[in-house]
């Protein structure tokens, strides 16, 4: 089983949980760690160990980061190094998330399953363009 960890800046992370909760129901095996004002590297770095810890029966754990550099990833960053069975992904969007929420259950092989999500996350930002007829008066 795959377990996820979100983390970042302010109520990012329970920003997340709100909308993934509205969309998907509540996820099992998911955590959500907000840095907020007040909180220093230290505070991140535990409160990211004690989600961990948690998880600790799970085969496979991914933090997700909102912003690649930041304090929550690289805190995250730090407990990635140290253990073999975690994944740090940073740029987290909502698209991301949903797919890892619902889609880790049947993952067979974590090394796919990591390179889909990605591709994934990466595709959530579109550009859209309206196009106004210049021609059309009402």
Same mark, same amino acid.
């Given at each position: 089983?795959?377990?996820?960890?979100? @983390?970042?800046?302010?109520?990012?992370?329970?920003?997340l949980k709100s909308s993934v909760e509205l969309i998907a129901g509540?996820?099992?095996?998911?955590?959500?760690?907000?840095? @907020?004002?007040? $909180? +220093? @590297?230290?505070?991140?770095?535990?409160?990211? +160990?004690?989600?961990? !810890?948690? $998880?600790?029966?799970? /085969?496979?754990? $991914? #933090?997700?980061?909102? #912003?690649?550099?930041?304090?929550?990833?690289?805190?995250?960053?730090? #407990?990635?190094?140290?253990?073999? +069975?975690? @994944?740090?992904?940073?740029?987290?969007?909502?698209?991301?998330?949903?797919?890892?929420?619902?889609?880790?259950?049947?993952? /067979?092989?974590?090394e796919v399953f990591v390179n889909t999500v990605e591709k994934l996350?990466? !595709?959530?930002?579109?550009?859209?363009? $309206? +196009?106004?007829?210049?021609?059309?008066?009402?």
């Amino acid at each position: 089983m795959i377990g996820i960890i979100v @983390t970042g800046h302010g109520s990012f992370a329970s920003g997340l949980k709100s909308s993934v909760e509205l969309i998907a129901g509540v996820q099992s095996d998911v955590s959500y760690v907000d840095f @907020t004002a007040g $909180m +220093n @590297t230290d505070d991140i770095k535990q409160a990211l +160990n004690e989600s961990v !810890e948690s $998880m600790g029966s799970l /085969d496979q754990i $991914m #933090i997700l980061s909102d #912003i690649k550099g930041g304090s929550p990833f690289k805190a995250g960053l730090e #407990i990635a190094m140290s253990k073999e +069975n975690i @994944t740090l992904f940073g740029g987290t969007n909502l698209p991301l998330l949903l797919e890892c929420s619902l889609s880790r259950y049947g993952a /067979d092989d974590f090394e796919v399953f990591v390179n889909t999500v990605e591709k994934l996350g990466a !595709e959530g930002l579109s550009r859209f363009e $309206m +196009n106004y007829d210049d021609d059309d008066e009402d």
